[in-house]
C-alpha cells in the first residue's frame, strides 16, 4: 500500500520543549516538504529536500529543522525557537521539484498544540 | 509570499448544482494546479494545467487557464455532498516549489 503517512496525528508540547514529526514516504519520490497550515489559512513552505543529505529553507524555516539522511524519511525538529507553534503540520512528497509538472502527495497531517 | 489567491473565499450551494472558483495569481507560471482538502486531512491533488494549455477536464471538474489575465478557474458540475471541503490552487513558477492560496470553503448541502 504505497503512501506517505505522518506520525503522530495530534501531539502536545509544553513550551520550551523540541518535538520531532515523522514523514514517510515508499513511493520513491525524490522530493519532500513539510508545510504549515494555521487555521483557515492556505499552506506555507517550511522546508523541502530535493535529494538525500540535501535541503533548503522555504519561506518560514525560522524555528524548524529538518534532516534527510534516507530517501523514505524526512523529519521534522520544532524547536523551542519557534514562537506560534500551534498549527496543522503537512508533509509531502513529489517526484524531482523545479520540474514543470508533478503533482505533490501529501500525508494526512500532525496537529501539534503547545500546552 | 502566498501567490494564489482563490474567490469566493467561501460558497454554499445545493446538490446537483454546480460550483465554481476562481484564482488569480502573479507572476508568470509553468503550471497551476487544484488541491482538495476534507476538514482536518492532507490536501488531495486533482488536475494540473500547464501554461500552454487552456481548459482541461477530469470527470466532472473542468479547469481552465488565462495566462493573459492569471487567472485559473475551478468548475464542478453536479456537485455531491461529498464534494464538500477546501479547494485550493497552488502555482509553480520557474524552477521554485508549489506556491498555495488561501483556499475556497465548498459547502453542498443535501
Known amino acids: 500500500d504505497g503512501g506517505i503517512t505522518q506520525s503522530p496525528k495530534y501531539l502536545f508540547r509544553k513550551e520550551g520543549q523540541n518535538v520531532t514529526l515523522s514523514c514517510e514516504q515508499n513511493?520513491?519520490?525524490?522530493?519532500m516538504y513539510w508545510y504549515r497550515q494555521d487555521p483557515g489559512q492556505g499552506l506555507r513552505l517550511i522546508y523541502y529536500?530535493?535529494?538525500?543529505?540535501?535541503?533548503q529553507k522555504g519561506d518560514i524555516a525560522e524555528g524548524y529543522s529538518v534532516s534527510r539522511e534516507k530517501k523514505e524519511s524526512f523529519p521534522l525538529t520544532v524547536t523551542s525557537a519557534q514562537k506560534n507553534p500551534t498549527a496543522f503540520y503537512l508533509c509531502?512528497?513529489?517526484?524531482?521539484?523545479?520540474?514543470?509538472?508533478?503533482?505533490?502527495?501529501f500525508g494526512p497531517g500532525t496537529r501539534l498544540t503547545v500546552l | 509570499s502566498q501567490q494564489g489567491e482563490e474567490d469566493p473565499q467561501a460558497l454554499s450551494i445545493q446538490e446537483g448544482e454546480n460550483a465554481t472558483m476562481n484564482c488569480s495569481y502573479k507572476?508568470?507560471?509553468?503550471?497551476l494546479q487544484w488541491y482538495r482538502q476534507n476538514s482536518g486531512r492532507g490536501l488531495v491533488h486533482l488536475i494540473l494545467?500547464?501554461?500552454?494549455?487552456r481548459e482541461k477536464h477530469s470527470g466532472r471538474l473542468r479547469v481552465t487557464l488565462d495566462t493573459s489575465k492569471k487567472s485559473s478557474s475551478l468548475l464542478i458540475t453536479a456537485s455531491r455532498a461529498a464534494d464538500t471541503a477546501s479547494y485550493f490552487c497552488?502555482?509553480?513558477?520557474?524552477?521554485?516549489?508549489?506556491?498555495f492560496g488561501k483556499g475556497t470553503m465548498l459547502l453542498v448541502s443535501p
Open positions: 509531502a512528497s513529489s517526484w524531482a521539484s523545479g520540474r514543470k509538472g508533478y503533482e505533490q502527495f
Open positions: 513511493l520513491n519520490h525524490d522530493a
Open positions: 529536500s530535493q535529494i538525500v543529505n540535501d535541503f
Open positions: 507572476t508568470s507560471i509553468n503550471n
Open positions: 494545467i500547464r501554461s500552454n494549455e
Open positions: 497552488a502555482t509553480l513558477s520557474g524552477y521554485s516549489t508549489l506556491t
